[in-house]
């Protein structure tokens, strides 16, 4: 049951890193990294702690990208063990963190030891960037780094982000983009009355109702060979005074859309004001840009973690575009080839988060073949 992958991930799953709380994951991780070359940079921001770390100074630049940080854990009484006490069941290891996405860093972390043994003088540069604030608001995080290593110039050309990817099979699927995400809050003014006297109201939420109706049916792109057409979705409604004879003066409507490389947030931004201009309502709106979508098309990156993959598995990985996002955002700004691979994702987020045992040490030897592959004659 035991190997360097295995108990690499256990000590890292036995730390309570909560987000945006690392517990000492960092402090671990570059240990091991400081003893095989690698030069360690540390970048705090507002208590979420990040790591950058890198061997050699010539391109190409691999980086491993990841988190250390986890979800609250639920209701501990219906855990069938401590989550931060990494059991394992039935071939499973449980422990929250250990798919999203701990067994992740620690095969990064393996795949690099067993590649720099082999090949001391490799050419090119391995990387690492980590943080504790994935799982969080993501503002002090990888986007921090990211424009750190912009503004000195410092560029990647392949990054493997270990978010878990794997749908119904250890190594079915890679993710080589994300859909972007943009949040609006809109508030719709009317005029507040007695629900009798409607004549001396303006209900905002029959005003809002034909535009709520036209911003649903809009066709807002067709979406492309990677990405489903981009959707808008209302997540809260409020209005009113809680009282039954009462006309509210307005209404909150809070949505959300899950946007394609084939639309820009600022052409969602405009249509939306068309559409509520056109309906003649008083109206303002917060919006929220949390992701841009990202898109890295089928190219050497792809090539070579797929080839990995289906020489330790026998599976031919689908590329895919779904789920929420990642910060492989981020990264894209730096990056020209940002692509994400890890273990199977059923469980995470939720109680008795599990990965499977004998996948551990095989998703280190993909990481380490692509290494081969990408930083080798």
């Known amino acids: 049951m035991t190997s360097k992958t295995y108990d690499l991930a256990v000590d890292l799953l036995k730390r309570r890193s909560l987000t945006p709380?690392?517990?000492?994951?960092?402090?671990?991780?570059?240990?091991?990294?400081?003893?095989?070359?690698?030069h360690v940079e540390r970048h705090r921001h507002n208590g979420v702690d990040n790591l950058w770390a890198r061997r050699g100074t010539a391109a190409p630049v691999v980086c491993f990208a990841g988190h250390t940080d986890v979800v609250p854990t639920g209701p501990l009484d219906q855990w069938l063990s401590d989550p931060f006490?990494?059991?394992?069941?039935?071939?499973?290891?449980?422990?929250?963190?250990a798919a999203d996405m701990k067994t992740s860093d620690a095969a990064f972390v393996t795949a690099a030891e067993a590649f720099v043994a082999?090949?001391?003088d490799h050419a090119g540069s391995i990387a690492f960037l980590l943080t504790s604030d994935e799982e969080g608001p993501a503002t002090d995080g990888t986007v921090k780094v990211v424009e750190a290593l912009k503004a000195r110039g410092e560029l990647l050309d392949y990054c493997i982000v270990g978010e878990p990817t794997s749908a119904a099979e250890f190594g079915d699927t890679i993710k080589n983009g994300r859909r972007g995400s943009l949040s609006g809050t809109l508030r719709v003014r009317g005029v507040q009355g007695h629900i009798a006297y409607p004549h001396l109201a303006r209900n905002p939420i029959h005003l809002a109702a034909p535009a709520i109706a036209e911003l649903a049916d809009t066709m807002w792109d067709e979406g492309n060979a990677y990405f489903p057409p981009t959707t808008w979705q209302i997540s809260n409604m409020h209005g009113g005074t809680g009282a039954s004879n009462v006309i509210p003066g307005v209404v909150e409507i809070q949505f959300n859309f899950r946007f394609s490389t084939a639309s820009t947030a600022d052409g969602l931004i405009d249509a939306v004001n068309e559409i509520l201009d056109s309906h003649g309502l008083e109206y303002d709106i917060d919006w929220?840009?949390?992701?841009?979508?990202?898109l890295t098309p089928?190219?050497?990156?792809?090539?070579?973690?797929?080839?990995?993959?289906q020489e330790v598995t026998g599976l031919t990985p689908e590329l895919s575009t779904t789920g929420g996002t990642s910060d492989g955002r981020f990264i894209a700004d730096i990056c020209r080839e940002v692509v994400e691979f890890g273990p199977l994702n059923s469980s995470i987020h939720k109680l008795n988060e599990?990965?499977?045992?004998?996948?551990?040490?095989?998703?280190?030897v993909i990481y380490g073949k692509t290494l081969e592959k990408l930083l080798t004659a």
């Not at 929220?288 to 990202?294: A, C, D, Q, R, V």
């Not at 599990?354 to 280190?364: D, F, K, R, T």
């Open 21 to 38: 709380d690392d517990a000492g994951c960092h402090d671990l991780i570059a240990a091991r990294l400081e003893k095989i070359g690698f």
């Open 288 to 294: 929220t840009l949390s992701g841009k979508p990202f």
């Open 354 to 364: 599990h990965v499977a045992v004998e996948n551990i040490e095989p998703l280190s």
């Open 85 to 97: 006490e990494p059991t394992v069941r039935d071939g499973k290891l449980y422990a929250r963190g």
């Open 118 to 120: 082999a090949h001391p």
């Open 298 to 309: 089928r190219g050497r990156l792809c090539e070579v973690l797929s080839e990995a993959i």
